[in-house]
């Protein structure tokens, strides 16, 4: 009988590898740019542009139709009916504005004015109905004027292509203070058709300098707005063209200098024809989008994939001319012909999906970008983070370069030094700066430290892992151990009373804790889309949550509570399941962990719900910011199939294929082909899974095994199986190296106290012993609640097997027993201060708002009332408001001091007023000082007048925005 299985089991296997060998590749027939909908994202809060650009180019030329605001933030949005103009680059799906240089109008009259206040300007409206975009392209007519646009582009430069309705009133306004406050400038003429300048400008980057040179196909007659003959800012071109001929307009654009503008046109367009630039555009996205071809009969998942492959494609973005040279991080030209040098990393968002999908289908260009981080890295002083034309922009967390680096040095990918690279890895993660300092002293960064405390705790942890992995790789121990031990200081910020990851309030748990409350503690986010992200060590995350059944539980609620999140308002936190927010970056492994409790049938439903659901083919078809390339390469490398869970892993993830067959074609001359049979709507579950003629029962791929080629063929089912579902066939990332000790918490017991506080201590690791001291005496074990009575400070850490925690010190301070405070009006839990009488603790607020200590109150007033506990004859009276304008934090119009001996009150004593509403760029603290020498009583009822909606100037004031109180600190003598 196990002769006669063997035999069975050998017949198959040599029909599966003959099936495997005859397997053809994906083919299409019809060109892939048809499949490009450069209009998917431009609606919604997708923050993408529609104009001709080249990938990975320069030049972004595309239309402008929003001047301000959040989806405002590429310039363009699908809503808009007026379009200003065309400028030369924009940013693809970013969450914060910049760019949009060098606008040029074609128009019918001279008229210098915008027309965004709503009088008459060189704005035109416009129909979607005459609009049309792909690859390298892009036309519309301009309902007003009736001039037709069309646009194309090279790599550095672009073209313009007007056609007039008669030869009469042909110009084209050139407006440099377009969109961003603009710093210097120049317009130069050099002859009747050619001209060149500068732009130098403020907005993200603070310091954009970007040079022209535009050359038209016709003569022009120049005329500047009236007083501005000497330096002006704008321009209008009168066209000589009496036959009415189709009109061109070719502009280079350089970082470096005007010579540089000159050269990219003069050596990218030179006499070529618009048509001859389109074609070649349009040649150059065919071989980009011919990377992976996918086959399918549902028109809308490929129109889907095809756009989401191309935004992957729009950053980073080229930053050096034709000659080599560009504008370095320390804003000096360099010059290089060995790699190609980009700008433009938002790496918080790429580092997860689009790099790696980089290392699949773009290897040579990753070491271009490693090449660039590490210049960066020479000329700037630290490896980029979100840099931007030559600017650290000091956007977003983490050291994210560093997985980039790691990533491709463990796939092989080379042609960098890295031995620099290491160096400037270890460089990033061994700075004081951003709550570093204390990350490397405690293991943990405290809110009181650093705002977004446990985002940055566990993205350090990952980053640090990242390092740990090449050091080991490279034959460094000694590093490897440093940064593997740092890469477990994600448990310091787990409480084990609720299972999430939290921030640690003077050593307590913030509190009181809501994980559905958006506050400091989380980038963009809350509890819930932080507490999963351990991705180096997810079977050590799953320990600390009590197991698979516990974390899967976790999971299931994560995806089927309550999508309603409470605190601060938070546009990121989009298209939400429950608390699964794809819309936003860290979400995205998490439908993936399933694979890592043995339910991979899970993965497959729930990713084949968000790729089915949150990506459409429309407008507003993104469900969230774009993100330079991240949210589209999540659908890319998802609807293939599988997804990197832990970029330096190696380790791909599998969930569920969307289409019958895909090819990927990598640049070592290899393919790898997935095929779905059985595929259709219903039919998301995988049966089975043959990987080159031999099944395939574990739920992960590695990255050889995609790049050396072959295929993997799924069968598909309707229901779910039981594949991959055995504890030997599921992925696993785990830390089994250098064990660390969780530090100890105080689990109860309040740091500002009347009489005394009784303090109880926990710890992550339940098995550890802790110790404690009061002001430095000996260290005893903690065995009992310690009582504290007087203001001191407290030191404790935890042991194990040996390993010591990190010590915690914490100061308690006594408030005097017979004063408290009631508060009449209510602040906002996530900026509590510390609690109800975190007014008068004794602990003052710093000039980071973001740390805890400050109590806030949005379009509310403060209203408190002290009890001194008796009649006190009375000196002095201190209070302090925050002001960060930009945050919608400001002073209060008004502050009134009242003095009772009964707790009743009648006229203030005192008022004090405060211009608050008058704009000012500085966070400060001001101390409001009234003088009671002189006076007694019992109470003392403060009231701070809340200046309530934001003025009429502040950027929140379109989105109906009310400003917020921030106090901190009264204190009475």
């Given at each position: 009988?196990?002769?006669?299985?063997?035999?069975?089991?050998?017949?198959?296997?040599?029909?599966?590898?003959?099936?495997?060998?005859?397997?053809?590749?994906?083919?299409?027939?019809?060109?892939?740019?048809?499949?490009?909908?450069?209009?998917?994202?431009?609606?919604?809060?997708?923050?993408?542009?529609?104009?001709?650009?080249?990938?990975?180019?320069?030049?972004?030329?595309?239309?402008?139709?929003?001047?301000?605001?959040?989806?405002?933030?590429?310039?363009y949005?699908?809503?808009?009916?007026?379009?200003?103009?065309?400028?030369?680059?924009?940013?693809?799906g970013?969450?914060?504005?910049?760019?949009?240089?060098?606008?040029?109008?074609?128009?019918?009259?001279?008229?210098?004015?915008?027309?965004?206040?709503?009088?008459?300007?060189?704005?035109?409206?416009?129909?979607?109905?005459?609009?049309?975009?792909?690859?390298?392209?892009?036309?519309?007519?301009?309902?007003?004027?009736?001039?037709?646009?069309?646009?194309?582009?090279?790599?550095?430069?672009?073209?313009?292509?007007y056609?007039?309705?008669?030869?009469?009133?042909?110009?084209?306004?050139?407006d440099?203070e377009?969109?961003?406050?603009?710093?210097?400038?120049?317009?130069?003429?050099?002859?009747?058709?050619?001209?060149?300048?500068?732009?130098?400008?403020?907005?993200?980057?603070?310091?954009?300098?970007?040079?022209?040179?535009?050359?038209?196909?016709?003569?022009?007659?120049?005329?500047?707005?009236?007083?501005?003959?000497?330096?002006?800012?704008?321009?209008?071109?009168?066209?000589?063209?009496?036959?009415?001929?189709?009109?061109?307009?070719?502009?280079?654009?350089?970082?470096?200098?005007?010579?540089g503008?000159?050269?990219?046109?003069?050596?990218?367009?030179?006499?070529?024809?618009?048509?001859?630039?389109?074609?070649?555009?349009?040649?150059?996205?065919?071989?980009?989008?011919?990377?992976?071809?996918?086959?399918?009969?549902?028109?809308?998942?490929?129109?889907?994939?095809?756009?989401?492959?191309?935004?992957?494609?729009?950053a980073?973005?080229?930053?050096?001319?034709?000659?080599?040279?560009?504008?370095?991080?320390?804003?000096?030209?360099?010059?290089?012909?060995?790699?190609?040098?980009?700008?433009?990393?938002s790496?918080?968002?790429?580092?997860?999906?689009?790099?790696?999908?980089?290392?699949?289908?773009?290897?040579?260009?990753?070491?271009?970008?490693?090449?660039?981080?590490?210049?960066?890295?020479?000329?700037?002083?630290?490896?980029?983070?979100?840099?931007l034309?030559?600017?650290?922009?000091?956007?977003?967390?983490?050291?994210?370069?560093?997985?980039?680096?790691?990533?491709?040095?463990?796939?092989?990918?080379?042609?960098?030094?890295?031995?620099?690279a290491?160096?400037?890895?270890?460089?990033?993660?061994?700075?004081?700066h951003?709550?570093?300092?204390?990350?490397?002293q405690?293991?943990?960064?405290?809110?009181?430290?650093?705002?977004?405390?446990?985002?940055?705790?566990?993205?350090?942890?990952?980053?640090?892992?990242?390092?740990?992995?090449?050091?080991?790789?490279?034959?460094?121990?000694?590093d490897?151990k440093?940064?593997?031990?740092?890469?477990?200081?994600?448990?310091?910020?787990?409480?084990p009373?609720?299972?999430?990851?939290?921030?640690?309030?003077?050593?307590?748990?913030?509190?009181?804790?809501?994980?559905?409350?958006?506050?400091?503690?989380?980038?963009?986010?809350?509890?819930?889309?932080?507490?999963?992200?351990?991705?180096?060590?997810?079977?050590?995350?799953?320990?600390?949550?009590?197991?698979?059944?516990?974390?899967?539980?976790?999971?299931?609620?994560?995806?089927?509570?309550?999508?309603?999140?409470?605190?601060?308002?938070?546009?990121?936190?989009?298209?939400?399941?429950?608390?699964?927010?794809h819309?936003?970056?860290?979400s995205?492994?998490?439908?993936?962990?399933?694979?890592?409790?043995?339910?991979?049938?899970?993965?497959?439903?729930?990713?084949?719900e968000?790729?089915?659901?949150?990506?459409?083919?429309?407008?507003?078809?993104?469900?969230?910011?774009?993100?330079?390339?991240?949210?589209?390469?999540?659908?890319?490398?998802?609807?293939?199939?599988?997804?990197?869970?832990?970029?330096?892993?190696?380790q791909?993830?599998?969930?569920?294929?969307?289409?019958?067959?895909?090819?990927?074609?990598?640049?070592?001359?290899?393919?790898?082909?997935?095929?779905?049979?059985?595929?259709?709507?219903?039919?998301?579950?995988?049966?089975?899974?043959?990987?080159?003629?031999?099944?395939l029962?574990?739920?992960?791929?590695?990255?050889?095994?995609?790049?050396?080629?072959?295929?993997?063929?799924?069968?598909?089912?309707?229901?779910?199986?039981?594949w991959?579902?055995?504890?030997h066939?599921?992925?696993?990332?785990?830390?089994?190296?250098?064990?660390i000790?969780?530090?100890?918490?105080?689990?109860?017991?309040?740091?500002?106290?009347?009489?005394?506080?009784?303090?109880?201590?926990?710890?992550?690791?339940?098995?550890?012993?802790?110790?404690?001291?009061?002001?430095?005496?000996?260290?005893?074990?903690?065995?009992?609640?310690?009582?504290?009575?007087?203001?001191?400070?407290?030191?404790?850490?935890?042991?194990?097997?040996?390993?010591?925690?990190s010590?915690?010190?914490?100061?308690?301070?006594?408030i005097?027993?017979?004063?408290?405070?009631?508060?009449?009006?209510?602040?906002?839990?996530?900026?509590?201060?510390?609690?109800?009488?975190?007014?008068?603790?004794?602990?003052?607020?710093?000039?980071?708002?973001?740390?805890?200590?400050?109590?806030?109150?949005?379009d509310?007033?403060?209203v408190?009332?002290?009890?001194?506990?008796?009649?006190?004859?009375?000196?002095?009276?201190?209070?302090?408001?925050?002001?960060?304008?930009?945050s919608?934090?400001?002073?209060?119009?008004?502050?009134?001091?009242?003095?009772?001996?009964?707790?009743?009150?009648?006229?203030?004593?005192?008022?004090?007023?405060?211009?608050?509403?008058?704009?000012?760029?500085?966070?400060?603290?001001k101390?409001i000082?009234?003088?009671?020498?002189?006076?007694?009583?019992?109470?003392?009822?403060?009231?701070?007048?809340?200046?309530?909606?934001?003025?009429?100037?502040?950027?929140?004031?379109?989105?109906?925005?009310?400003?917020?109180?921030?106090?901190?600190?009264?204190?009475?003598?």
């Amino acid at each position: 009988m196990k002769q006669l299985f063997y035999l069975c089991y050998c017949m198959l296997l040599l029909i599966s590898c003959k099936d495997a060998s005859s397997v053809t590749h994906s083919k299409e027939t019809k060109s892939l740019l048809s499949y490009v909908d450069p209009f998917i994202g431009t609606g919604g809060h997708g923050h993408t542009y529609p104009g001709a650009t080249l990938p990975f180019g320069m030049m972004q030329l595309s239309p402008d139709t929003r001047l301000e605001g959040w989806d405002g933030c590429s310039g363009y949005h699908y809503s808009d009916r007026y379009i200003y103009g065309f400028s030369h680059t924009h940013l693809s799906g970013t969450g914060v504005s910049d760019y949009g240089d060098i606008l040029l109008m074609p128009t019918n009259e001279i008229n210098f004015h915008n027309g965004a206040d709503g009088k008459k300007g060189y704005r035109a409206p416009f129909s979607h109905a005459n609009e049309k975009a792909s690859p390298g392209f892009y036309q519309v007519t301009l309902d007003s004027t009736n001039i037709a646009v069309a646009l194309t582009v090279t790599n550095r430069a672009g073209m313009h292509l007007y056609t007039f309705p008669s030869s009469e009133n042909q110009f084209v306004i050139l407006d440099l203070e377009h969109r961003d406050k603009l710093l210097d400038h120049t317009i130069t003429q050099l002859s009747s058709t050619e001209f060149n300048g500068y732009r130098f400008s403020e907005a993200w980057a603070k310091d954009q300098r970007l040079y022209f040179h535009i050359k038209f196909s016709h003569p022009v007659t120049v005329t500047h707005p009236p007083n501005e003959d000497l330096s002006p800012t704008k321009a209008t071109f009168q066209i000589e063209n009496p036959k009415n001929e189709i009109v061109t307009v070719s502009v280079g654009i350089s970082a470096v200098d005007v010579t540089g503008a000159k050269k990219n046109l003069d050596a990218e367009i030179g006499s070529k024809s618009f048509v001859q630039v389109k074609k070649e555009a349009e040649s150059v996205w065919e071989k980009q989008l011919n990377k992976i071809v996918v086959e399918t009969e549902n028109k809308t998942h490929k129109v889907n994939f095809y756009t989401a492959l191309y935004h992957t494609m729009l950053a980073p973005n080229l930053y050096q001319d034709v000659d080599g040279r560009y504008r370095g991080m320390d804003l000096e030209i360099h010059q290089t012909s060995k790699f190609d040098y980009y700008t433009v990393f938002s790496l918080w968002d790429t580092y997860r999906a689009a790099h790696p999908l980089y290392t699949l289908i773009e290897a040579e260009r990753t070491t271009h970008f490693i090449n660039t981080f590490l210049t960066k890295y020479s000329e700037g002083g630290i490896l980029p983070i979100w840099d931007l034309s030559g600017n650290y922009t000091g956007c977003m967390i983490g050291y994210h370069a560093v997985p980039v680096i790691a990533d491709a040095y463990l796939k092989g990918i080379r042609g960098f030094d890295a031995e620099k690279a290491f160096a400037a890895m270890k460089h990033s993660a061994m700075q004081d700066h951003l709550g570093l300092e204390s990350y490397k002293q405690l293991g943990f960064i405290p809110v009181e430290a650093e705002s977004e405390s446990v985002s940055k705790t566990l993205e350090y942890a990952y980053d640090d892992w990242t390092i740990a992995q090449m050091a080991q790789a490279m034959g460094k121990d000694a590093d490897a151990k440093l940064f593997s031990e740092r890469a477990q200081y994600y448990k310091n910020s787990f409480n084990p009373q609720t299972n999430f990851m939290q921030g640690r309030f003077r050593n307590t748990w913030f509190a009181p804790f809501d994980p559905f409350e958006v506050n400091f503690n989380y980038t963009e986010a809350n509890a819930w889309q932080y507490s999963l992200y351990v991705p180096q060590d997810i079977s050590g995350l799953i320990a600390l949550m009590g197991g698979k059944h516990v974390f899967s539980n976790h999971l299931d609620t994560l995806f089927e509570t309550s999508s309603t999140t409470s605190g601060r308002e938070q546009a990121d936190i989009t298209g939400l399941i429950g608390q699964y927010a794809h819309g936003n970056e860290p979400s995205h492994h998490m439908a993936y962990l399933y694979n890592f409790v043995n339910q991979p049938f899970k993965t497959q439903e729930k990713v084949h719900e968000i790729l089915t659901t949150l990506y459409k083919n429309s407008p507003d078809g993104i469900s969230g910011n774009e993100d330079c390339g991240q949210m589209s390469a999540w659908y890319v490398l998802s609807s293939l199939g599988f997804y990197p869970v832990t970029p330096g892993s190696n380790q791909y993830i599998i969930g569920t294929p969307l289409f019958e067959k895909a090819t990927m074609h990598f640049e070592n001359g290899n393919q790898f082909t997935i095929v779905a049979n059985n595929h259709s709507p219903k039919h998301k579950f995988i049966a089975s899974a043959i990987l080159n003629g031999v099944p395939l029962n574990r739920s992960y791929l590695w990255h050889e095994e995609l790049t050396k080629g072959g295929t993997i063929t799924f069968e598909m089912t309707e229901t779910p199986s039981n594949w991959a579902t055995k504890d030997h066939e599921i992925p696993s990332t785990e830390i089994t190296v250098h064990p660390i000790v969780p530090a100890p918490y105080i689990a109860s017991g309040d740091v500002a106290f009347k009489e005394e506080t009784v303090v109880t201590l926990g710890n992550a690791e339940k098995n550890a012993t802790l110790y404690y001291s009061i002001n430095d005496t000996i260290f005893k074990r903690y065995q009992v609640p310690i009582v504290v009575k007087e203001a001191s400070t407290l030191f404790t850490y935890a042991e194990y097997e040996g390993i010591k925690s990190s010590i915690i010190a914490t100061k308690f301070f006594k408030i005097d027993p017979n004063r408290s405070i009631r508060l009449h009006t209510q602040y906002a839990n996530e900026y509590n201060g510390g609690g109800a009488s975190a007014l008068i603790d004794g602990i003052y607020g710093e000039r980071d708002f973001r740390t805890g200590a400050w109590q806030g109150y949005q379009d509310t007033d403060l209203v408190a009332v002290i009890d001194l506990g008796s009649v006190q004859s009375l000196d002095m009276l201190n209070i302090n408001f925050l002001q960060d304008q930009r945050s919608w934090i400001f002073y209060p119009t008004k502050i009134e001091c009242f003095v009772s001996n009964t707790n009743s009150f009648s006229t203030p004593l005192f008022t004090k007023t405060i211009a608050s509403e008058i704009p000012s760029e500085k966070i400060e603290i001001k101390t409001i000082p009234f003088d009671l020498s002189g006076q007694k009583g019992r109470y003392i009822k403060i009231k701070a007048t809340n200046l309530g909606a934001l003025p009429a100037w502040h950027l929140g004031a379109p989105m109906n925005g009310k400003a917020w109180i921030f106090a901190d600190e009264i204190s009475i003598k």
